[in-house]
């Protein structure tokens, strides 16, 4: 994960494309939200189930690229983050059977 968090950091900073925290996280929630419209689209809001075609796959790309370049901003190593993450589900499975933050009701 380190090796794409240089490629980007990379890429930004020889393209100018360097901007503030906020914009950068900004960015991302607009390319989270166009993934879903292609989700949408893709499974005729909600009607059939859904099927893979490029454009999913391009806007997934678009978010991944944005996520990376909201934890450069913060100095944030995605894979200790990943880790993080994946053992703190893994104790709240352990705990309460569910990965979920609140156990809903």
């Known amino acids: 994960m380190e090796k794409l968090q240089k490629k980007?950091?990379?890429?930004?900073?020889?393209?100018?494309?360097?901007?503030?925290?906020?914009?950068?996280?900004?960015?991302?929630?607009?390319?989270?939200?166009?993934?879903?419209?292609?989700i949408l689209n893709a499974s005729n809001y909600g009607r059939k189930d859904t099927e893979y075609h490029d454009k999913l796959m391009d806007e997934l790309g678009d978010v991944f690229y944005s996520l990376i370049t909201v934890a450069n901003s913060f100095d944030i190593n995605l894979e200790k983050a990943l880790n993080?993450?994946?053992?703190?589900?893994?104790?709240?499975?352990?705990?309460?059977?569910?990965?979920?933050?609140?156990?809903r009701k």
């Open 8 to 38: 980007v950091a990379n890429f930004t900073k020889k393209n100018k494309m360097e901007v503030a925290p906020e914009h950068r996280t900004l960015d991302l929630m607009s390319e989270v939200g166009e993934f879903a419209k292609e």
């Open 84 to 103: 993080k993450s994946l053992k703190k589900y893994k104790e709240r499975l352990g705990k309460k059977g569910s990965a979920a933050s609140k156990k």
